[in-house]
T-cell receptor, first 115, second 115 residues
Framework: AQSVTQLDSQVPVFEEAPVELRCNYSSSVSVYLFWYVQYPNQGLQLLLKYLSGSTLVKGINGFEAEFNKSQTSFHLRKPSVHISDTAEYFCAVDFYGGSQGNLIFGKGTKLSVKP | KAGVTQTPRYLIKTRGQQVTLSCSPISGHRSVSWYQQTPGQGLQFLFEYFSETQRNKGNFPGRFSGRQFSNSRSEMNVSTLELGDSALYLC??????????????FGEGSRLTVL
């Protein structure tokens, strides 16, 4: 079955430090890739997406992600985090022809930014 | 432009009861998807409706059902509630169904507690 793995459930980091949140998916078929962010008591908001073209995509709030087809990964990065980036981040994959619905989500990574 | 609206935001039910949750998508969006979010399982796809037709369904028992009205508003129903149904139920809308941009716009969710 198709799956999305976020390797770290929690990532603590100090303010202004760089951060990388990792995401791997199970299949090498054609995919669309997404990162969503969820702030406390809110729904999910799209950070960025990869549909085609350049493998490095830039999103909102200074985040970027790189698609690596050979490693089936789509890691999220930010060079300098802020306290306001504290939230839960979800990687999501649209597997072409998948039967489980439009998007399959990873279990999330809680980013905690400390002063 | 109004976002995705879910009602009620919070509700408490007892085992054996049933519950109906409502979702109003962004104006012009014809696709509505429902997800269940729990700490242990993360985000799990329930079903998707497009133009009043169920397009996809996740691996949930028949106690979980949904429908979509001609104005694209959607409802989901859970009958014979179990303790394990306690979760945040998220609704997401998008312009199109299927493998389009895949971008989902989420509501803030309905938090269901089953006692």
């Amino acid at each position: 079955a198709q799956s999305v793995t976020q390797l770290d459930s929690q990532v603590p980091v100090f303010e202004e430090a760089p951060v990388e949140l990792r995401c791997n998916y199970s299949s090498s078929v054609s995919v669309y890739l997404f990162w969503y962010v969820q702030y406390p008591n809110q729904g999910l908001q799209l950070l960025l997406k990869y549909l085609s073209g350049s493998t490095l995509v830039k999103g909102i709030n200074g985040f970027e992600a790189e698609f690596n087809k050979s490693q089936t990964s789509f890691h999220l990065r930010k060079p300098s985090v802020h306290i306001s980036d504290t939230a839960e981040y979800f990687c999501a994959v649209d597997f072409y022809g998948g039967s489980q619905g439009n998007l399959i989500f990873g279990k999330g990574t809680k980013l905690s930014v400390k002063p | 432009k109004a976002g995705v609206t879910q009602t009620p935001r919070y509700l408490i039910k007892t085992r054996g009861q049933q519950v109906t949750l409502s979702c109003s998508p962004i104006s012009g969006h014809r696709s509505v998807s429902w997800y269940q979010q729990t700490p242990g399982q993360g985000l799990q796809f329930l079903f998707e409706y497009f133009s009043e037709t169920q397009r996809n369904k996740g691996n949930f028992p028949g106690r979980f059902s949904g429908r979509q009205f001609s104005n694209s508003r959607s409802e989901m129903n859970v009958s014979t509630l179990e303790l394990g149904d306690s979760a945040l139920y998220l609704c997401a809308s998008s312009l199109r169904s299927g493998r389009a941009t895949g971008e989902l716009f989420f509501g803030e969710g309905s938090r269901l507690t089953v006692l």
